[in-house]
Structure formats: C-alpha cells, structure tokens
C-alpha cells in the first residue's frame, strides 16, 4: 500500500485508532469517566469529518493502485454519506450523555462500539467490491448487535440483542450465498466488472436467484417486509440512543450499498427484480402503516413506521433512473433530522430504562414543556410528508422517480399509505395538546435541547429553503457512475 492509498483511507484509518483509543484509555483512567469519555468521542469524530472533507480534497488527480481501485472508492456519494453518518453518530453521542451518566455502563465500550459501527458504515458507503461492502455491513452489524443488548441486565434489551443477532446471521448467510452465485456467472465481485459481464446476458435462471438473495439479505438490514421481524423487538428493547442509531445510521448505511450494487452492478436485470421489489416496496408502507395504527408503545409504533419507510426509500432503489437515486440521498437525510428530533424528545420523558415510550407519557406535554411539544408535531409532520417540512421535499422526489420509472401505481400507494401514517402521528400530537397532563419529570439537558434546535431548523430550513441541499446532493452523484466505471 502506497501514501496515496493512505491517502484515500483517511477516514478509515482515524476511525480505527480512535476506535481502539477509546477501548485502551479505561486501562490508564476511570471507567466511569463519562465526560472524559464524551469529549474523547466527540474529538475523533471531528478528525474523522476533517478527514473526510482533506482526503477528498488531497485525492483530486491523484490515481490510487489498482488493488485498492478495485475494492475502494471515494466519490462524491461515499462522501455524502460518510458525512452524513458521522452527523449522525454525533447526535447519537449528545443523546446519550444522560442515559450513560445515569446507568452503572461504561461509557468508553459504548463509544468505541459506535466508532467501530461508523467506520463499518464509511467501508459499506465507499465499497466497490462485494467482499469490501460486506466486510463493512458485518463489522457495523457486529457492533449494532452488542449496542442492542448494552443494559445487559434488562431482560427486554438481552432478548432484543439475541433476536438480533440470529436473524441478522442468519440474513448475512444468505446475503453471501447471493454474493458467491453472483461471482460464479460474473467471475467477479466487483461491481463495474459484474454489470460489464452481466451486460452480456440474455437471462440465467441462477443470476436470478443470486439476485433475490441478495437482495432479501439487504431487505432485512433496512427491515423490509417481510424481512422486518426483528424491528419491533429490537426497538424497544434497545437503549432509546441505540434505538435511534438503528432507525437512522444503521438504516442510510444499508440504502448507500443497496443503490451502490443495484444501480452500478444490475442496472441491465431491473426487468427481473424491480417487480418483486417493487412489491416488497408496497408491502412494507401498507403493513408498516396498518401495524403502527394498533400500538400504544411509541418505540414499537416508530419501529413499524421504520418498516414503512424502508418501503418509501425503496421507491428511489425500484426508479433505477438518475431521480431515483437523487431521491435516496435526500430522503436519508431529512429522515435522519426528523427521526433524531423524536427520539430525543422521548428521551426527555425518561425517568428508568423504559419510561416515556407510552403515548400517555406525552399527555399534556405542551403545558410542561410547550417548545418540546411544538418541536415534537414538526417532526411528525415531517415523518408524514406534510409541507412546509423537508419530509415533503423527500417523499415528493421519491414520489417523482416512481412515476418517472412507470411505476404510478406504486405511487399511488404511497401516497395513500403517507395518509394513513398520519393518522398514528396525529395521536401523539392529540394526547400532548387535547388530553390533560399529568405530574411528571420531564428531564431537559443542554445536550438534548441543542440537539431538539438543531434537528428542528434543519427539518423546516430544508423544507422551505431546499436549494443548497439539491444542489449538493446534485453535485454528489456526479461521480457516483464514473467511479465503477473506471
């Protein structure tokens, strides 16, 4: 490996020593040091965004080895979402200031679980190689597992982590299996190389199945019907911080290799496999929404709403066309702004472990804490896909690309199913406003409000002022083909 490629894996490369710093520092201090321990991450994740942003400025020109070309790419997608995960982990590190002061857990475990969850997601968003994609959906994955199940003397979070990790080993399996069919026809994990030699075909019933097995192991990592059934679970068994990294982080990484290998490598097969995800599509908003309808607990209600839009999302996957994977990268993002918000907003609500996940915790919150309220309905809204919000900018461009693509009845159906999402988030809004509030703690940091402030301007600044956005989601996808293509 030359300083060049050292060069392209900045990023990487600071994410491990920061990583492995936060798991050796507790041999020379206090286990318990949280603050210590905050600060530590909050460091390493701003030398990883600074990395991010020199290393993409340093490569300009610059030609890496043949080796890492076929493995690695730094383009302007995997910077948007390297970036966008790094946001991501950063408020999930806010937000978990009380709930690791608060319990008897060691705060430099959970951090370096983060930072080594980040760093599988930077290899997932910059792979090229399926062995490279993989690697890094297994090391995010494996530390995803542990994080579910950190109040390890909860019964709940134990059962979460195990529901977990078996289906997710189970969903890898298969996923490999997809990968190995899919190298026998092509003679290559790399995606450029598979869309070249499978451009070539004129169909193969074994490519199919290598396909749909991929495919289904990617469906359960964003929690697609009917690949969903862990979601629930794990949800509210979870640490609500974790829950949030899950429903946001977890899931962008996922989408970033879904668009990377269905658009780079299979663009000639869509005729095989846009139908049947075009049918997973409609059956995760359908049952997603009706699921959330019946629920009391706000964490198994947002885990099917999860479900729902990983059925929205795959709209931008289905679309295959330039407005398709234009809509991806802006849904990821309002949907982490927007999803953010509401978990931290139950977070205030919590008094032990599992408090303030019951709608009726939320009764009369306006009257004890009326920004908190306010922040609370904009978010939904978002989720909803109502205006002036940036989730009507994301589901209006995913709506777009469906119907650009002739898939209009697929449309159809999302927009009737965005209908019926409402009808549960408006049940949030009508017991903090309507119903009368009872005495409770509503614990408010300074952590938790800047994060509430941020997510909150960013919801309605990307809704009513969207053009710096467009335009850096426009530039991003710029390379995106011309990397495989090299």
Known sequence: ???????????????????????????????????????????????????????????????????????????????????????????????????????????????????FALTGMCFMASGVHLISIYIGLELMSLSSYILAGYYKN?????????KYFVLGAVSSGILLYGMSIIYGIAGSLRLANIQHTLGTLVSNDALIIGIMMMGAGLCFKIAAVPFHVWTPDVYVGSPTPVTAF??????????????????????????????????????????????????????RMLAYSSIAHAGYGLLGIVAMNDLGLYSILIYMLVYLFANIGIWTTILILRRHEYAGESIDDFEGLHSRAPFWAFAMVIFLLSLGGIPPTAGFLGKYYLFAAAV????????????????????????????????????????ISSSLRFVVV?????????????????????DSLQSVMVVAER
């Open 246 to 299: 899950l429903s946001t982080g977890s899931k962008a990484a996922a989408f970033a290799i879904f668009a990377r290998i269905f658009y780079t490598a299979l663009p000639d097969f869509q005729l095989d496999w846009g139908s049947l995800l075009a049918v997973i599509s409609a059956l995760s908003m359908i049952g997603g929404n009706l699921a959330a309808i019946t629920q009391t607990n706000i964490k």
């Open 154 to 162: 909860e019964t709940k979070s134990t059962e979460a982590a195990m």
């Open 1 to 115: 490996m030359t300083p060049t490629d050292l060069l392209f894996l900045l990023t990487e490369i600071v994410l491990i020593v920061g990583g492995s710093v936060l798991l050796l520092v507790p041999l020379f201090v206090a286990r318990d040091s949280a603050r210590a321990a905050r600060w530590t991450m909050l460091t390493i994740l701003g030398a990883a965004a600074a990395a991010v942003i020199l290393s993409s400025h340093l490569v300009e020109g610059v030609r890496e080895t043949d080796t890492l070309r076929a493995m690695f790419a730094l383009d302007g997608f995997s910077i948007f979402f390297k970036l966008l995960f790094i946001g991501t982990i950063g408020l999930i590190t806010l937000i978990s200031y009380e709930f690791l002061d608060e319990e008897r857990y060691s705060p430099w475990e959970y951090y370096s679980l983060l930072v």
């Open 404 to 443: 650009k693509s002739g898939y209009g009845w697929l449309a159809i159906v999302a927009v009737l199913m965005s209908a019926v999402s409402m009808f549960y988030y408006l049940r949030i809004v009508v017991a903090m406003y309507l119903k009368e509030g009872r005495e409770a703690e509503v614990a």
């Open 454 to 474: 941020l997510c909150l301007i960013a919801t309605l600044a990307l809704g009513v002022a969207p053009e710096g956005l467009l335009r850096g989601v426009r």
